[in-house]
């Protein structure tokens, strides 16, 4: 994870909307703030920030299919089908962006009045500042599991719903949304259809970065085939290619703990299908973790 100052930080606070996302990387979520409520050197009690909360409905459970098809390639999935509008990809943006950077703003003044258990404007006050800083902000992985987990409703995106919000905050979705015909969450799956019929050399906008995606023909497991393919930067190399076939698909799991040694949130995507990673080698990942 990159490292930056607090104070620029807290102003990219509103390009922190959704933290980690699309990457392959690790991130964490602790359910409960330690922080003191008073403001130090503000004269004011700062209230804590309260995550958005998931839609609820009163309709009874249904359980995913388990004969290993995906339920949500249907028309009709059974269940009510909630369509995401650009408005609702920007009102969940911001936020998010407002919770993110409201306890940065909290964190900063908690770092600087000495309430981290180190004396202020230190390099250990520092690190611990940006330590719970990392553990606390909401991402993309904590609105797609909500939405991947509703037992009674499917959650459905297009490309052009999501674009501005894409291209406005950072990280915004754990998929591209290039050329993808439709996006579906819920009962306890992701779904996600490509159009993978033309070939494509061009670029697509991700919280302000600008990443290449092609389309084309290609050999994976000794097959040639269709895809779609995604060059993300990361830390430790310079390009991964993210290769996801017409349809990719997954189960999502959600589970709290109260631990120990802290309460945490452990969000799992597993039984994947249709997605590749290339770096000196075609690998597979079955199963992603993040906690």
């Known amino acids: ?36 409520a008073d403001s130090a050197g503000a004269g004011a009690a700062l209230v804590d920030p309260v995550p958005p909360e998931r839609l609820t409905a009163d309709l009874p459970p249904l359980s995913p299919a388990s004969d290993g098809h995906c339920p949500l ?56 500042a940006h330590l719970l800083s990392r553990m606390l902000t909401v991402n993309s992985i904590h609105y797609m599991v909500e939405f991947a987990t509703a037992p009674d409703r499917v959650y459905e995106a297009s490309e052009d719903a999501l674009r501005e919000a894409f291209a406005r905050y950072t990280d915004p979705g754990v998929y591209p949304i290039a050329r993808m015909k439709r996006g579906r969450m819920g009962l306890g799956r992701m779904c996600v259809h490509y159009d993978v019929s033309t070939d494509l050399d061009s670029t697509t906008t991700v919280g302000g970065q600008t990443l290449r995606i092609r389309v084309e023909e290609t050999k994976i497991e000794g097959e040639r085939r269709r895809v779609l393919i995604l060059e993300l930067p990361t830390i430790l190399f310079s390009v991964v290619e993210v290769v996801l076939d017409e ?22 995507f597993h039984s994947m299908q249709g997605l590749s990673v290339r770096k000196w080698g075609v690998h597979k990942p079955s199963a992603i973790m993040y906690w």
Do not use: I, W
């Open 1 to 36: 994870m990159r490292t930056m100052r607090l104070k620029s930080m807290r102003r990219a606070g509103l390009r922190l909307a959704l933290g980690l996302g699309l990457g392959l990387g690790v991130c964490a979520l602790v359910v409960v703030s330690s922080l003191p």
């Open 73 to 128: 390639c249907a028309d009709d999935p059974g269940v009510p089908v909630v369509t995401l509008t650009q408005a609702d990809a920007d009102s969940l943006g911001r936020a998010y962006a407002e919770f993110n950077q409201a306890l940065l703003e909290r964190m900063d003044v908690a770092m600087r009045g000495g309430q981290l258990g180190v004396p202020g404007h230190t390099r250990e006050a520092r690190r611990r």
């Open 247 to 268: 349809h990719f698909s997954c189960e999502v799991e959600f589970k709290r703990s109260p631990g120990p040694p802290a309460p945490y949130d452990l969000y799992l």
